[in-house]
């Protein structure tokens, strides 16, 4: 049954105006349907649809643990624009299914919420959902969340890696944190300091441990849409998830060639450094495990440089280059 018809949940219609402030124009019709309806903007002379889907991963035990849900709303949601983002696609609407043994209403409005939040910064309409009661499946208080995204982009448009060039230049955008990939050793190096999530570490501020941790991932959609307007001759773009730079960069490049990144080129998150020395974790498992405090990269011609950056700081973000296209073999070189 979809959520949307959930009489005896009454969050969706008491909070309506909360989830209609995220409709774009091309929304047909209200909230309630089985099925949701988007129609495809009339600018495109080649419309191509990118989908997108994905979770928030272990984090969600450490949202049980708090009982703190909006952010991962927000996780959600971003692990999936982002995604669709590097194929040079805007988001257009979004769905989430919400799995559980028992629903618990308070838990699931502020879930829904931060999904509503994420979308509403990221211009992406909250067409509908699905909530799956499953008794004895999951645990007391524990859910499970999976996003999907659709994003349009005119086909001769499309950012497939395939106009990349040696000498090409690599921009990074950072991450707020840690978004929601490593989660399993997160927990395991807390666990083995005998630490808990309510504790306060110097290192990391005024916040406990288990705030800094949930700190949301972070949203590029209206800088990287900006560039992608902008007319500057983008090559490729890579989203930072599980497997960090070594995994991910390799997707934004052709056989032959690859990366030279220059790891002095930023200082990581504070966090980043206490996992690291905590858990005594070696620093290539460090990158091969998190983002490092590079959420987002895009490649572009060394002629470009410099305006796209002036672009994206206008976006009020922190770009900075942290390496280029060299020859390879699909291969990440971090020095």
């Not at 959520?3 to 209609?20: D, F, P, S």
């Not at 840690?178 to 501020?205: M, P």
């Not at 990366?259 to 290539?284: A, C, H, M, Y």
Request: with cysteine; net charge negative; proline share 5%.
């Amino acid at each position: 049954m979809s959520r949307w018809t959930i009489a005896t949940l009454g969050w969706l219609w008491k909070h309506r105006e909360r989830v209609q402030r995220t409709f774009r124009p091309e929304v047909l019709g209200g909230l309630g349907g089985v099925g949701g309806c988007f129609e495809i903007p009339a600018v495109y002379t080649q419309p191509v649809l990118v989908s997108g889907t994905d979770g928030v991963g272990t984090k969600l035990k450490l949202a049980h643990a708090l009982g703190i849900h909006h952010t991962v709303g927000i996780d959600l949601v971003a692990m999936c624009v982002n995604d669709v983002l590097t194929s040079g696609a805007e988001p257009l609407f979004f769905l989430d299914y919400v799995a559980t043994g028992k629903l618990d209403p308070e838990d699931l409005a502020n879930v829904v919420d931060g999904i509503a939040t994420g979308c509403e910064e990221s211009g992406c309409a909250l067409l509908g959902g699905e909530t799956a009661e499953m008794p004895g499946f999951y645990g007391a208080g524990e859910y499970d969340l999976a996003g999907f995204c659709v994003g349009i982009v005119e086909k001769s448009k499309i950012l497939d890696g395939s106009k990349v060039t040696v000498g090409d230049v690599a921009i990074a955008l950072p991450s707020s944190g840690i978004h929601s990939n490593g989660f399993s050793l997160v927990r395991k190096i807390v666990a083995n300091a005998g630490l808990s999530w309510d504790d306060s570490i110097e290192s990391l501020g005024e916040a406990t441990l288990g705030q800094v941790l949930l700190t949301p991932t972070h949203l590029y959609v209206k800088p990287i849409l900006a560039l992608l307007k902008s007319g500057i001759d983008i090559h490729s773009m890579g989203h930072v998830t599980g497997g960090g730079l070594p995994e991910n960069l390799p997707r934004c490049l052709q056989d032959g060639q690859g990366f030279k990144i220059q790891t002095q080129s930023w200082q990581p998150l504070p966090v980043f450094d206490w996992l690291e020395s905590t858990g005594n974790v070696d620093r290539p498992e460090m990158f091969n495990t998190f983002n490092m405090g590079v959420g987002f990269v895009m490649v572009v011609p060394a002629d470009s440089v410099n305006s796209a950056l002036e672009i994206l700081q206008q976006q009020n973000t922190k770009p900075w280059v942290i390496g280029e296209v060299v020859s390879g073999n699909r291969t990440v070189e971090l020095v």
